[in-house]
């Protein structure tokens, strides 16, 4: 038996450690939240029982290792994770006679901030809990951080960076693409407080939510007093004009209420939050209880116990998208959660559809994930008789099952399908592509049903279908005249706007900027770039490298952006060819900067002096730009194998810049 309970908890491991990567690292769900935690519940009450605890256990190990792209730094002290429970009286009780701060637990990203004499210095992410991922440009940018404060001795704090629901709602709305849609503002925040360009951060509205204070110097090396409360610290950072998470008072009689008000404010609550967190207000008593290997004993995370509701599942329908991914959404009979009533709920992709068993018929408990999100919790049935699509929805064409890293998903192979006709016209026209007034989507449907535009060089020959087209419903002269005025206008444009247009899966209207920049705004060289070249381009991952080459290697794509581009005027930038002092050189930017805002700053004088800057240090490197080059970085070493001269921004201005 003991035997069969061992291969069980290393089952459990090895799925919920794929979870978590998934999760964190590459902003996926393979797995429900729900299953996750009743799984690592399961995986916890094992351990116990055997008293076993395996190296790579998910109860012991905080997070994943922070991605390359960014300097990575170990923190003062670990970040650990709070224990959690879903009983309100096991949080009561918790609080044994003694009195606490309950608060909300914010769902985005931890963030430590650090501040010397009154100047923000540094931020780094919570990382794997003892090494993370230094943002400060970014986190300069987030819309309520002060960059000074009046305290001017040094001061180290953490909270939370987070996106607001109405903020991810409009983010979200201005993304033709249904597959390119962030999936939960968790996902959007992560990716935005982590970007190589922090305008782009600037431009996703994040927030930082502070939650507890790590330190306080003052000026002569005395630590602050606090008179040992940890309400005290809070209103301190909130005269320092920090946003401070929203809190209540309590002890074992009145958490109660405190947790009822929290409740209901959820519904309501733009900031996305996935329970609370009940932390002792005499920060010495905190202090004593010391740690486990994972969790502090000074705070307990309280998740919401979700209303769940069964009902019966009556369909599931799938939902065709430009990129050809096709999306699985469960319809079941109405049932009553959290106050309104919910008949659909959004099953991922097929790795979920596989793991909840589902079949048409079947009884399923369904819940809102942090009181919002429609969810199927578990399937009673699990009669896993659910027949997966082989042909597209909308154009009864081909389907295939595809995996992308853990997950796997539907997508239709069917290059004329409707659906991604309809949604690739419409990124082609929208406003940060060739912005084309007038053609809305019920409009690109008519032009393509009557087969007047069958792909992207049609839309310049509308004159030949003047006659057919001005008698078109909700059409005339003047609409006509007007359209063709627009697309007359849309025609010079720019090769950023083109790229960003043509859909490439992932490349969106920034990406398409960096490619078109690294290759000189020249067409040509786009199509021929290899995928290493490609993903060399700091922001441009493996993915999208690989989504560029697998477009252009496309023979039908290749002879569409031919056709196009000799019925497009495309504007090429101005260049001071007598400034172009570093042409031909190849530089690698890593580590913090002192003099410009952010590397993305560096690289842009760099390429408009002609140089070209990579991610990667190779043979073919000119010099790496490190402020420190005494590290043990990858980099850094790599530079040293190959002979590579490692130089400070000074060094680079001195000799480059004069």
Request: charged share 30%.
């Amino acid at each position: 038996m003991s035997d069969n309970k061992m291969d069980r908890m290393k089952e459990l491991v090895n799925v919920l450690s794929k979870a978590s990567e998934a999760y964190y690292a590459k902003d996926e769900e393979i797995i429900s939240n729900y299953e996750y935690d009743k799984l690592y519940d399961e995986l916890v009450m094992l351990e116990k029982e055997l008293g076993i605890t395996l190296s790579n256990s998910p109860t012991v190990k905080v997070g994943y290792e922070a991605v390359d792209e960014l300097p990575k730094e170990r923190h003062e002290s670990p970040m650990l994770s709070l224990d959690k429970t879903k009983s309100r009286e096991e949080l009561a009780g918790w609080l044994n006679g003694h009195e606490g701060i309950l608060s909300w637990k914010l769902d985005g990203l931890t963030v430590v901030l650090t501040y010397n004499k009154g100047e923000l210095i540094k931020a780094v992410t919570r990382g794997n809990g003892e090494i993370g991922e230094v943002i400060t440009p970014n986190a300069r940018v987030f819309v309520n951080v002060p960059t000074k404060i009046s305290f001017k001795g040094s001061l180290v704090l953490r909270g939370e960076a987070v996106i607001s629901y109405p903020d991810f709602e409009e983010i979200n709305r201005k993304i033709t693409n249904d597959a390119d849609k962030y999936k939960n503002p968790r996902n959007l925040c992560s990716g935005s407080v982590r970007q190589l360009n922090n305008k782009i951060t600037a431009e996703r509205n994040v927030r930082f939510i502070a939650f507890n204070m790590v330190s306080a110097v003052c000026e002569d090396g005395s630590e602050k007093d606090f008179g040992n409360s940890r309400e005290a610290t809070f209103r301190f950072l909130e005269e320092q004009g920090f946003e401070v998470v929203e809190r209540r008072f309590v002890d074992e009689n009145s958490i109660f209420e405190a947790i009822e008000y929290f409740a209901k404010k959820i519904e309501n609550y733009e900031i996305p939050s996935d329970g609370l967190v009940l932390t002792y207000e005499d920060i010495a008593y905190g202090a004593s209880l010391g740690r486990t290997a994972k969790f502090p004993r000074h705070s307990i995370a309280f998740k919401w116990a979700d209303e769940t509701a069964e009902t019966t599942l009556r369909e599931v329908e799938w939902s065709a998208s430009r990129t050809g991914l096709i999306n699985p959404v469960a319809i079941f009979d109405p049932v009553e959660l959290e106050g309104t009533t919910v008949s659909r709920a959004s099953v991922h992709n097929v790795s979920i559809v596989r793991e909840l068993k589902l079949g048409i018929g079947d009884r399923i408990t369904v819940y809102k994930a942090n009181m919002i999100i429609p969810q199927i919790a578990e399937n009673l049935t699990g009669s896993g008789s659910l027949v997966i699509p082989k042909v597209c929805p909308v154009c009864g064409g081909p389907t295939e099952i595809r995996a992308l890293n853990e997950a796997q998903s539907l997508y239709c192979l069917n290059e004329d399908c409707p659906a991604k006709q309809i949604k690739a016209f419409s990124q082609f026209v929208s406003r940060e592509a060739l912005n084309i007034d007038g053609l809305s989507e019920a409009t690109l449907e008519k032009l393509i049903d009557f087969g007047f535009i069958k792909s992207f060089p049609d839309l310049f020959e509308l004159e030949k279908h003047k006659e057919n087209i001005v008698r078109l419903e909700g059409f005339g002269e003047k609409s006509y005249d007007n359209l063709i005025s627009s697309i007359e206008k849309a025609s010079h444009t720019t090769l950023p706007r083109v790229i960003f247009g043509l859909g490439i899966s992932g490349i969106g209207s920034a990406n398409a900027k960096l490619i078109c920049k690294a290759y000189d705004y020249d067409l040509e060289k786009i199509i021929e770039a290899k995928r290493e070249d490609l993903f060399a381009i700091d922001g441009i991952g493996d993915v999208m490298a690989g989504a560029v080459c697998g477009f252009f290697e496309n023979e039908r794509n290749l002879e569409m952006v031919r056709e196009l581009s000799h019925k497009l005027d495309i504007e090429k930038p101005m260049v001071n060819a007598d400034a172009q002092n570093l042409s031909g050189m190849i530089f690698v930017v890593t580590g913090s900067l002192n003099h410009f805002e952010n590397r993305n700053a560096l690289k842009e004088i760099i390429e408009s002096k002609g140089g070209k800057v990579t991610g990667s240090v190779t043979g073919k490197t000119s010099a790496l730009i490190n402020n420190d080059n005494t590290s043990n970085s990858t980099k850094n070493k790599t530079a040293k194998e190959l002979g590579i001269p490692i130089i400070t921004e000074e060094e680079f201005m001195g000799k480059y810049l004069q």
